[in-house]
């Protein structure tokens, strides 16, 4: 078996061989001056079970294809499997049509991985379960109650919690980590009741003098959290808290949160946090390294994944 990180997020990849015991192979990643990428594997792989790790984060299109390539890289090198581990699944919403005429980027990136030379998948709360089936290879999409709950279980004891959704998309992710903390469940519901009049929130069910802990798959501009954190303090929320897998926080996000009727948010380290995230008061982030290594073990001996979980 063998470990190699790619450039998007080298403290993840450096903790999950920390983790599993295994030293990073190590590989050659680079640009030529027309910011071409080309990799080079600098051991020998020839029949190795070979674990690459990358999330297309951002520079999103850079960070794919330096995947892309490693894969390629890996494939001509003959390895006997390659699992492209990938924490952050990036153009996971381009996963529908919008419109007339728009793309379903999610699926292309799927082809794109699966052609240079992937074959299999390990990644982590993909914006949507289905994108699974836009890969014909086997996919393992790992969930993060396992690095949420003994924190949340801890820090709110004995606090009359509610989990909340923050829109209808993220139902079943919220719902699922309620069922594991026995506790209430709220929706919100944003509509726009008129054209040309701005969203209206609604919040279904009870959320006063709770501790409400918004739960989402991606903090990107913080607009969605914000929002729904504000309409949970107009019900009567005594605190509003967020657990968040990805934060992609782009543009002024930080800053937005920082201003934001939010106590905390909480993500993982799926995306290598910037400096303005790390020194964040508003900010924490928990690592995932132990879950995912913990799944490349299992793929590399053919255990149970979805055991972890139960
Ligand atoms: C959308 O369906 C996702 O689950 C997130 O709610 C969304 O990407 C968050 O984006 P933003 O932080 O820009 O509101």
Redesign the pocket.
């Known amino acids: 078996m063998k470990l190699i990180t790619g450039n998007s997020n080298r403290p993840l990849g450096e903790a999950i061989s920390a983790y599993l015991d295994l030293p990073l192979t190590q590989a050659n990643i680079k640009r030529f001056s027309d910011m071409e990428v080309f990799v080079e594997i600098m051991d020998n792989i020839r029949g190795e079970d070979v674990f690459f790790i990358q999330s297309t984060s951002y520079p999103a299109n850079d960070n794919l294809m330096e995947l892309l390539i490693a894969m390629d890289a890996l494939k001509r090198g003959s390895a006997r499997r390659i699992t492209a581990v990938i924490p952050y699944f990036g153009y996971a919403?381009q996963d529908r049509k919008t419109g007339g005429r728009t793309p379903i980027s999610a699926k292309l990136v799927a082809d794109l991985i699966t052609a240079s030379g992937a074959d299999r998948v390990l990644t982590m709360e993909l914006?949507a379960g289905q994108i699974q089936g836009f890969f014909n290879i086997p996919v393992d999409n790992l969930i993060v109650a396992p690095v949420f709950v003994p924190q949340i279980k801890t820090k709110f004891a004995g606090e009359d919690l509610c989990i909340v959704s923050?829109?209808v998309?993220?139902v079943v992710r919220a719902r699922a980590l309620a069922k594991r903390l026995d506790s209430d469940l709220a929706i919100i519901d944003k509509r726009r009741e008129r054209a040309g009049e701005s969203e209206v929130m609604h919040v279904i069910g009870d959320v006063k003098g709770k501790v409400c802990l918004l739960v989402?798959?991606?903090?990107?501009?913080?607009?969605?959290?914000c929002n729904a954190a504000q309409a949970l303090k107009d019900q009567g929320a005594k605190k509003v808290y967020a657990y968040v897998v990805h934060g992609v926080l782009s543009g002024e996000?930080v800053a937005r949160i920082s201003a934001s009727p939010l106590e905390k948010l909480v993500i993982t380290d799926s995306i290598l946090a910037t400096e303005t995230m790390r020194s964040s008061p508003a900010i924490e982030v928990l690592t995932v390294a132990p879950l995912i290594g913990e799944a490349i073990r299992r793929t590399s001996e053919e255990r149970s994944i979805s055991a972890l979980f139960r």
Request: proline share 6%.
């Open positions: 919403r914006h923050p829109d998309g993220g989402d798959d991606i903090v990107d501009s913080g607009g969605t959290l996000a």
